[in-house]
C-alpha cells in the first residue's frame, strides 16, 4: 500500500486549498484514513479522519468548521478541503491508513499504519 499527496501550495490568509491523497491497493474501502500535520519544531498533530464504511468524520478542534475529509471508495482518494486558511496552519501535511479491521482512536497517529511522503502547505498573512 502506498499513499502518495497532492495539493499543497502558498496561498493567502483566506483562502482555500484542496488536498488528495491517493491510496494503491485493491482494499482501499476497508482502511480508515487521516490527515496530520506538522510544522517547523512542532510535534505531527490530528487534522481530521474519515472512517471506512459509515464515512463518519472526526476533526482537529483547531480546524473544525473550515476543513472537510470525504472519500472516494471507487477513486481510492481522499481528499481534505480547507478554507479560511490561517497562517497557523502553515505545515506539511501527511495522509495516514489505518490497515486493521478497526480504528480504536482516529484521533492517534499512533492507530496509522501506512504515511505518505506529505505535502507542504504554506499560508501568508
Known amino acids: 500500500v502506498q499513499l502518495v499527496e497532492s495539493g499543497g501550495g502558498l496561498v493567502q490568509a483566506g483562502g482555500y486549498l484542496r488536498l488528495s491523497c491517493t491510496v494503491s491497493?485493491?482494499?482501499?474501502?476497508?482502511?480508515?484514513m487521516g490527515w496530520f500535520r506538522q510544522a517547523p519544531r512542532k510535534e505531527r498533530e490530528f487534522v481530521a479522519a474519515?472512517?471506512?464504511?459509515?464515512?463518519?468524520?472526526y476533526y482537529g478542534d483547531s480546524v473544525k468548521g473550515r476543513f472537510t475529509i470525504s472519500r472516494d471508495n471507487a477513486k481510492n482518494i481522499v481528499t481534505l478541503e480547507m478554507t479560511s486558511l490561517k497562517p497557523e496552519d502553515t505545515a506539511v501535511y501527511y495522509c495516514?491508513?489505518?490497515?486493521?479491521?478497526?480504528?480504536?482512536?482516529?484521533?492517534?497517529?499512533?492507530?496509522?499504519?501506512?504515511w505518505g511522503q506529505g505535502t507542504e502547505v504554506t499560508v501568508s498573512s
Open positions: 495516514a491508513a489505518d490497515l486493521e479491521m478497526y480504528t480504536s482512536n482516529y484521533y492517534s497517529r499512533d492507530e496509522y499504519d501506512i
Open positions: 491497493g485493491r482494499s482501499f474501502s476497508t482502511y480508515g
Open positions: 474519515i472512517s471506512r464504511r459509515r464515512g463518519s468524520t
